[in-house]
Nanobody, 112 residues
Framework: QVQLVESGGGLVQAGGSLRLSCAAS?????MGWYRQAPGKQRELVAQ???????NYADSVKGRFTISRDNAKNTVSLQMNSLKPEDTAVYYC?????????WGQGTQVTVSS
């Protein structure tokens, strides 16, 4: 099982920026970020595959950027122009050999 350790998150005003980072215990082909707001299902935010193919939720396109450092086994999520509706617990995720692992989650709160 892959161990994932997240950092970043916190409280920011609408229009501000935050950066989330996640360190994996090994080299992972598929990494990404999901989020879960109170009373809602967990949803994909962004995903990066292998050499750099990415996909994003429509709600964050143009505002969030996912990137990875394969040498350090890390993935980051740069979040700009944050909105109150981005408030959620953000989870780092990795898929290895068909098994998905999750980080512990980090709270992002955007005040209006």
């Amino acid at each position: 099982q892959v161990q994932l350790v997240e950092s970043g998150g916190g409280l920011v005003q609408a229009g501000g920026s935050l950066r989330l980072s996640c360190a994996a215990s090994g080299s992972i082909f598929i990494m990404g970020w999901y989020r879960q707001a109170p009373g809602k299902q967990r949803e994909l935010v962004a995903q990066i595959i292998g050499g750099g193919s990415t996909n994003y939720a429509d709600s964050v396109k143009g505002r969030f950027t996912i990137s990875r450092d394969n040498a350090k086994n890390t993935v980051s999520l740069q979040m700009n122009s944050l909105k109150p509706e981005d408030t959620a617990v953000y989870y780092c995720t990795a898929v290895l050999n068909g098994f998905r692992s999750w980080g512990q989650g980090t709270q992002v709160t955007v005040s209006s």
